[in-house]
C-alpha cells in the first residue's frame, strides 16, 4: 500500500508549510460509480492509517477535471463534499495543471 504523491505544497492562503499526502484516480474503469466508490474506500483506508503513522500529513484524492465535473457536480457529489471530510486535487491531465483544491484553501 502506497499513495501516489508525498510533497510539501505552500500554501498561499496560510504562508505556511502544509505535508499533504495524493492518492491520484483516473477514473477509467467501466462505471464511473464503481470508481468512486473504490476511490472512497482507499480514501478513508488512507486518511486512517495517515493518522496514526503520520498525522501531519494531509490526504487529498486528486481527479481529472471530467471526473469531478461528472461527479461531483451532482446531487450525490455534493452530498460528499458537504461536511468537508473529502479533500480533493481537481486537475487538468493535459495542461497538467491543478484546477481546485476543495475544499478552497
Same mark, same amino acid.
Given at each position: 500500500?502506497?499513495?501516489? @504523491?508525498?510533497?510539501?505544497?505552500?500554501?498561499?492562503?496560510?504562508?505556511?508549510?502544509?505535508?499533504?499526502?495524493?492518492?491520484?484516480?483516473?477514473?477509467?474503469?467501466?462505471?464511473?460509480?464503481?470508481?468512486?466508490?473504490?476511490?472512497?474506500?482507499?480514501?478513508?483506508?488512507?486518511?486512517?492509517?495517515?493518522?496514526?503513522?503520520?498525522?501531519?500529513?494531509? @490526504?487529498?484524492?486528486?481527479?481529472?477535471?471530467?471526473?469531478?465535473?461528472?461527479?461531483?457536480?451532482?446531487?450525490?457529489?455534493?452530498?460528499? @463534499?458537504?461536511?468537508?471530510?473529502?479533500?480533493?486535487?481537481?486537475?487538468?491531465?493535459?495542461?497538467?495543471?491543478?484546477?481546485?483544491?476543495?475544499?478552497?484553501?
Amino acid at each position: 500500500m502506497y499513495i501516489d @504523491l508525498g510533497a510539501s505544497q505552500l500554501l498561499a492562503a496560510q504562508r505556511q508549510e502544509c505535508k499533504i499526502a495524493v492518492k491520484v484516480k483516473t477514473f477509467t474503469g467501466r462505471s464511473e460509480l464503481d470508481d468512486l466508490e473504490k476511490a472512497l474506500g482507499q480514501y478513508v483506508l488512507y486518511f486512517d492509517v495517515l493518522v496514526e503513522l503520520e498525522p501531519e500529513q494531509t @490526504l487529498y484524492l486528486a481527479l481529472p477535471t471530467w471526473a469531478y465535473e461528472s461527479l461531483f457536480e451532482e446531487p450525490l457529489g455534493q452530498l460528499l @463534499l458537504k461536511n468537508q471530510r473529502l479533500r480533493l486535487i481537481v486537475f487538468d491531465p493535459e495542461q497538467e495543471a491543478i484546477e481546485q483544491w476543495l475544499p478552497t484553501i
